[in-house]
């Protein structure tokens, strides 16, 4: 006699998962023929595998893309030249009337450049801690060392400027 699907049980467990602000449901149908424990906990069991390894595919797909990096430094370079232009003309504006506005927008490029290039090194630093990478031929530590005296040069003159107004 064929089989008209009458003997499956409709999914009788289901097991929510929560992971990483995303919500996973895996169902898992356990036949009527066995009701015992052992068979729930490893259909619980395979529910569980089935969402880690979802949210571990997920995680490889965010990884940043050289492209995406080399992009983002552009940024990062662009607003480097931008603040180092805002300081300049600070520099300029010292016992003007309009030093005061010149120092605000010195300090805001300033501090949007810091911000990118920050914002980079976390992700890249969460990137590796999460793939496991160490040592310093690490993204993060190229990065570092390429872009690290930009920010200190930057700091350092918009300090500069400020200072010798008073």
Not at 8 to 32: C, D, E, G, L
Not at 102 to 117: F, L, N, P, R
Not at 124 to 143: H, P, Q, Y
Request: glycine residues 4%; negative net charge.
């Amino acid at each position: 006699m064929p089989n008209t699907g009458s003997d499956i049980a409709p999914p009788s467990h289901h097991t929510h998962v929560k992971t990483q602000n995303r919500n996973f449901t895996a169902v898992a149908a356990i036949r009527s023929v066995d009701n015992s424990n052992d068979n729930k906990t490893n259909a619980v069991e395979t529910a569980v595998k089935m969402v880690i390894s979802s949210d571990a595919e997920r995680m490889k797909k965010e990884i940043m893309l050289d492209e995406d990096l080399h992009r983002r430094l552009e940024v990062f370079q662009s607003l480097f030249m931008d603040a180092m232009q805002c300081i300049e003309d600070c520099k300029e504006s010292l016992d003007t009337k309009h030093f005061e506005e010149e120092s605000i927008a010195a300090k805001d490029a300033v501090e949007e450049a810091c911000t990118v290039i920050k914002d980079i090194l976390y992700e890249l630093n969460l990137e590796e801690k999460e793939a496991g990478i160490k040592g310093g031929d690490r993204r993060s530590c190229r990065v570092r060392k390429e872009n690290g005296l930009k920010v200190e040069q930057l700091r350092r003159e918009l300090e500069q400027v400020l200072g010798s107004e008073k």
